[in-house]
């Protein structure tokens, strides 16, 4: 059987972002999988300095990463998949850079949904 990965929407969700998959089988059963963002503590004040839309995220890790662990605990008591992807800073801002994007929500979600096809073609 294989599968395949497409993308659903790119959205907000309660001030995260989150990137929508849709995944099919060759039976076309299909089961949603959610790619978050995430940072790691020691990264997220380079993380949350170098992006434009700054604003948008908690000023400190500790709030973001309660917000963040709810939104996944929600999304997962609603039956989707919860797939977190990390964000480095030198890593995204290379891959920004190659772009040619600013970095804001719309470029995470880009990067999110790379990482996620990427992922999936590996396993």
């Not at 299909?30 to 790619?35: A, D, F, P």
């Not at 000023?59 to 992807?85: H, K, M, S």
Request: net charge negative; glycine share 4%; charged share 30%.
């Amino acid at each position: 059987m294989q599968d395949c990965i497409e993308p659903l929407r790119l959205s907000r969700t309660r001030g995260l972002d989150a990137c929508c998959f849709t995944e099919k089988t060759c039976v076309q059963e299909e089961k949603r999988k959610i790619g978050l963002p995430w940072y790691s503590r020691q990264d997220y004040p380079d993380i949350r300095e170098m992006m434009a839309d700054r604003h948008n995220l908690a000023p400190t890790y500790e709030q973001w990463l309660v917000a963040a662990e709810n939104n996944e605990n929600v999304g997962r008591q609603a039956g989707l998949e919860i797939v977190r992807i990390l964000i480095e800073p030198s890593s995204f801002a290379r891959w920004c850079a190659a772009q040619g994007l600013v970095p804001d929500s719309e470029a995470r979600m880009r990067y999110v949904a790379e990482k996620q096809r990427q992922e999936n073609s590996d396993a």
